[in-house]
């Protein structure tokens, strides 16, 4: 502001230095309105150093006189406590602690082993802690921590914990006796490194859930919903009521409240199924097994529906090992039993079925173990008795039966074997009986499409059973297919590994194929006795 009046100033009085020049007879007037000029300019002036002097005092005002909240943090900050907590805050960070870590590369890989670097000054005092090795490994880990003692009281090494690094060197590989003399060895400071170990666990649900409708929940909002075959990795179970879980694959990086198993096991659920329509295909309505029902050691004790959860781990098949069963489930009329002819006829020399066994006599041109395995009526029921069937069935006073034992022929060959199972909607014996170590099926729910496209695609279609029905499909077997098919989805869809939608036959039949080669090729998630149990 003042240098803009006194630019005006300097402006006006070399104007006015003009005039005077120019007109000397109006002087007097000119000279009066030039007093009147710095008159105003002084004015403004004075007012502008008021004004400066106002603000000063106000400043000086309020720095004498702090506000209300200045004060109470002012005193806050004066108690002897904060004193004593901000003086050891400096003293801390005064210091250099040792190790000095390297920093944490930018990206790590996500199944990077954590590890853990304690520093235990000890004082010439015992650790506190004992050791184990796995006699498969060779590794030493943490076996127990004493109570009271320097390990414990850090709170930093815990059983279980994979002894890495002693004092910057390795114990990898290194015979307890000799890991023991170092610990022992050590005097001021012991340094550790131990990897932590990895304690979550994969479940694959066996069960629905909705927190929502919990009323033991604690808090319904912390609950994670799922849904029966979803993939679940457990990362907390110590609390025996409630785990801690997160879905995989997920994006979220929290997990949620999931009932534990033994809370499952206390609060037992009742599983609801609508009934069903009976089934068109044929020779699978005369069930021999309802027969049977007097041969008390038919049905193999289960408990799989009794298990919430399947404990779940990833499985890459060795190029030495058989292939995996495949079988492939769907209601009847599907197209189970075309789209599996079809992949054989695709590649016989990799895909192949059971020859299956019956009681009916050999007709002309057939061959003993190349269309059936023939056997007597008593030699079946054997069979039946001693679980060696799979599945097994009556047509025009004859057995039928697809024998464990022909599976494991045409495993045993190298090929891939596939199956289609009974739609187990009345049992799930079947698929229960299948799922072994030695088999490792691997599931395939062959689903029907919607309406429309079932009625365009099978208009050609015809559904054969046995040498008795050969006829088109009608209006009535679209919707039982329909209902059958979302009827076996929602009872096993547990069970299912693929799901593949028979629309049209030829994408079906490739979809099917890429689907096995991935099963037999790429690691899987399989339940974990299959990997250790022993049968
Ligand atoms: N995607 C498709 N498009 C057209 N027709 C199909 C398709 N899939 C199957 N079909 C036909 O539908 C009929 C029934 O198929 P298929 O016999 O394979 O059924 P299924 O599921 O094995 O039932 P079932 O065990 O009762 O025989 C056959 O004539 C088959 O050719």
Known sequence: MCW??????????????????????????????????????????IIFLVLLIFQIMVIIQRA????????????????????????????????????????????????????????????????????????????????RVIHGGLADRSGLLHPGDLL????????????PEKVIHILVGLQDKGLFMVSIPNLSDSFKAMVDYYPLQDSSIPCPDAGMAFSRGDLLEVVDQSDAQWWQAR????????????????????????????????????????????RRQSCTSCTP???????????????????????????????SGVGVNELRK??????????????????????????????????TKELFEYMVCNHRFVEY????????????????????????????????VSSLRNIHFLRSRTLKPYVIFIKAPGPECLRQSRRNARIITGYAVNRAFTEDDFLEL???????????????????????????CMQLCSIIQQAQNEPQWIPVCWLHAEE
Not at 13 to 34: A, C, D, H, N
Not at 70 to 96: K, R
Not at 483 to 508: G, H, P, R, T
Request: net charge neutral; charged share 20%.
């Open 4 to 45: 803009s009046v006194a630019q005006n100033h300097i402006k006006h009085s070399k104007m006015l230095g003009r005039i005077q020049q120019m007109q000397p007879v109006s002087f007097v007037k000119y000279t009066f309105l030039r007093e009147l000029y710095y008159l105003k300019f002084h004015l403004w002036l």
């Open 64 to 143: 004498n006189c702090p506000s209300p909240d200045a004060l109470e943090l002012y005193n806050l900050l004066s108690s002897p406590h904060i004193q004593a907590l901000l003086s050891s805050h400096d003293s801390v960070a005064q210091c250099d602690y040792l190790p000095i870590l390297p920093p944490l590369p930018d990206e790590l890989p996500e199944d990077e082993e954590a590890m853990r670097i304690v520093c235990l000054v000890k004082n010439n005092q015992p650790l506190g802690a004992t050791i184990r090795r796995d006699e498969e490994t060779g590794d030493i880990y943490i076996a």
């Open 164 to 175: 890495v690094e002693v004092n910057g060197n390795s114990v990898l590989g290194l015979e």
């Open 247 to 290: 879905k995989v694959p997920c994006g979220a990086s929290f997990a949620g409240l999931i009932p534990s198993a033994n809370m499952w096991r206390n609060t037992p659920c009742c599983l609801f199924w609508p009934g069903f329509r009976r089934s068109f295909r044929l020779w699978r309505r005369t069930s021999y097994k309802r």
């Open 301 to 331: 004790s289960t408990n799989a529906l009794a298990t919430p959860y399947e404990e779940v781990a990833l499985y890459q098949r060795l190029p030495q090992e058989n292939h995996r069963l495949i079988i492939l489930i769907g209601a």
């Open 342 to 375: 079809r992949l054989i006829k695709l590649n016989p020399s990799t895909f192949q079925g059971p020859v299956p066994h019956t009681t009916r006599p050999m007709r002309d041109g057939e061959q003993a173990g190349r269309e059936y395995h023939f056997v």
């Open 393 to 424: 069935g009556e047509s025009k006073g004859h057995l039928y039966g697809t024998s464990i034992d022909a599976i494991h022929d045409v495993l045993k060959r190298g090929r891939m074997c596939i199956i289609d199972v009974e739609p187990p």
């Open 482 to 508: 329909e209902e059958m098919s979302q009827l076996i989805e929602a009872k096993c869809k547990q069970y299912f590994d693929s799901v593949v939608v028979n629309d049209d036959l030829q994408d079906a």
